[in-house]
């Protein structure tokens, strides 16, 4: 059980552009390691080591560039990765409806059937009311797609460690 495969987990982060992605991935991370795959697709990951019960476990997690467009991600981007959250902003709405197409984008590119998904409904501090999605709506989507759910705030730091520790802890529990 002390492989180092076994303590290792690639996470992606999916989703319409500006709906936070990588002031999520910035706010949970501290230190950086950029990778440019090329000039058209940019994509970088950040490490973390968490301690889940006592286990260092470091979660690399991979953000695609803020010109990168969906159709544009490929198949590397989904290839090994062990858990992907999937994140939208709940002030516009049209970006939770395109959930379920990015959902579908994972089941038809990811190699992993096992993989965990987390659907995440980020800028909870910006909820307005003509504009937004609510928690309910949200939640009970997530249900019906059988993933997990939670609203954050990257601007606020609210849920977001809590987001991506609670996947590693599923990652790891899954392992063991
Ligand atoms: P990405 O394209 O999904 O990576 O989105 P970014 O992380 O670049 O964020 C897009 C915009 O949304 C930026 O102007 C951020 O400042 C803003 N933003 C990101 N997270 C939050 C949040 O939790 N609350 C609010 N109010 N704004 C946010
Ligand atoms: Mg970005």
Redesign the pocket.
């Given at each position: 059980m002390n492989r180092e495969e076994d303590k290792f987990f690639k996470i992606i982060l999916i989703?319409?552009?500006?709906?936070?992605?990588?002031?999520?991935l910035s706010r949970f991370c501290h230190n950086k390691f950029t990778l440019q795959f090329n000039s058209t697709i940019g994509v970088e990951f950040t490490t973390k080591t968490l301690n889940i019960d006592g286990n260092p476990i470091m979660a690399q997690i991979w953000?695609t560039s803020?010109h990168t467009k969906a159709r544009a991600i490929t198949d590397a981007y989904y290839r090994g990765a062990s858990a992907a959250l999937l994140?939208y902003?709940v002030t516009r709405h049209m970006t939770f409806v395109n959930t379920q197409k990015w959902l579908e984008d994972l089941r038809n590119h990811g190699d992993n059937p096992n993989m965990v998904v987390m659907l995440v409904g980020?800028?909870?501090?910006?909820r307005r009311e003509s504009v937004m999605v609510s928690t309910e709506v949200g939640r009970s989507f997530a249900e019906k797609e059988s993933v997990y759910f939670m609203e954050?705030?990257?601007?606020?730091a609210s849920n977001v460690e809590k987001a991506f520790s609670d996947v590693v802890e599923i990652l790891h529990k899954n392992k063991v």
């Open positions: 989703g319409d552009s500006a709906v936070g992605k990588s002031n999520l953000d803020g994140v902003d980020n800028k909870s501090d910006a954050t705030s990257a601007l606020r």
